[in-house]
C-alpha cells in the first residue's frame, strides 16, 4: 500500500491508520504491518547488534511463509502479558548464534535487556519484505513497542513507522480495492485540520520496490543503464592497457628476439 498526501507518495504509515484501514477493508485480507529497529541481542558469548522486524501477529501468515521450525505468533502475544515476550529468529542466527541447536524453539535469549522466548525458527531463504533487508529476529509489534516504552508509536497518526502488505480478497479485482482503500483513506483521522486535503491511498502489486520513495525505486532502470555502460567502458579501457603493454613489450624486446632467432 503506497501512502498518498497532497500528491506525495511514501511506503510507509503510522499504527494507528493501519490498524482502522485493516478493519474497515472488505477487498484487502489480510493485511499485515511491519516496522523495523535495532536490537541488542545478548548471550552467554556475548552482546550482538541486530537487524530487527517489527511485525502484526499476522505477518508470515499474510506472506505465505511457512516457518522452518516452530510456530508464528498467537493473537495473544500481541499483548505485554504474564507470558512475555516472544520471537521468530533468522536460519542464519540460529546457526550463527545458537550452533543451529534442535532445541531452539523454546529457548529463551536477550533482547535489548528484556528476556524473550523464541517460537520458531524462518525458512533459510526469508529475508523479509523490504529490498536489502536482513533482519535476524521479528517480534510482535504492539508487545515490542510496549516493552521498550514506546507506546507513544501506537497511537501517533503522524509517524510513519510501518510499512504495510496485504493480499486481494478472493474473487476482488484490484480496482474495487483501489476504489474502496480510496474512499478509507478520506475516513481516516486528521493528524491537524490541514493536512491530508487530498489523501488516498495506492496500491500496488507486490515488489521489493513498491510503492518506493526511493532512488533505487524510482531510478531503477536508469541506474542499471549507466552501470551498464560504466562497466562497458571500464572493461573497454582495461583492454586496451592490456594491448598497449603487450605492443610496447614486443617493441621493446625486438632486438632480443631478433637476435634468438638467428
Known amino acids: 500500500l503506497g501512502w498518498v498526501t497532497d500528491g506525495d507518495e511514501h511506503p510507509g504509515t503510522s499504527y494507528p491508520n493501519y490498524v482502522d ?150 474473487g476482488v479485482a484490484l480496482t474495487a480495492a483501489q476504489a474502496e482503500l480510496a474512499t478509507i483513506a478520506q475516513r481516516l483521522p486528521r493528524v491537524a485540520p490541514d493536512t491530508a486535503r487530498n489523501r488516498t491511498i495506492q496500491l500496488f502489486p507486490y515488489s521489493g520496490t513498491a510503492a518506493g520513495d526511493s532512488l533505487v525505486a524510482q531510478r531503477g532502470p536508469w541506474f542499471l543503464a549507466m552501470f551498464s555502460i560504466i562497466t562497458a567502458l571500464t572493461l573497454f579501457i582495461v583492454c586496451a592497457n592490456v594491448a598497449n603493454l603487450m605492443l610496447a613489450r614486443a617493441a621493446a624486446r625486438a632486438r632480443e628476439m631478433a637476435v634468438r632467432q638467428s
Request: no cysteine; net charge positive; charged share 15%.
Open 21 to 170: 484501514v485493516a478493519t474497515a477493508s472488505q477487498t484487502v485480507r489480510p493485511m499485515l504491518a511491519a516496522g523495523f529497529k535495532r536490537l541488542i541481542l545478548t548471550t552467554a558469548n556475548g552482546s550482538y547488534a541486530i537487524q530487527g522486524t517489527t511485525v502484526s501477529t499476522n505477518y508470515f501468515e499474510t506472506l505465505g511463509v511457512g516457518l522452518a521450525r516452530g510456530r508464528t505468533f498467537t493473537a495473544q502475544e500481541s499483548r505485554l502479558d504474564a507470558s512475555g515476550l516472544v520471537a521468530v529468529i533468522s536460519d542464519r542466527l540460529w546457526r550463527d548464534r545458537f550452533a543451529a541447536s534442535p532445541e531452539i524453539v523454546g529457548q529463551t535469549t536477550i533482547l535489548n535487556s528484556h528476556v524473550t522466548t523464541i517460537v520458531g525458527v524462518a525458512p533459510p531463504e526469508f529475508r523479509g519484505v523490504a529490498l536489502g533487508e536482513r533482519s535476524d529476529v521479528y517480534l510482535p509489534l504492539v508487545a515490542s513497542a510496549m516493552i521498550d516504552g514506546q507506546q507513544a508509536a501506537l497511537t501517533d497518526r503522524g509517524a510513519p513507522s510501518v510499512v504495510t502488505i496485504g493480499r486481494l480478497a478472493p
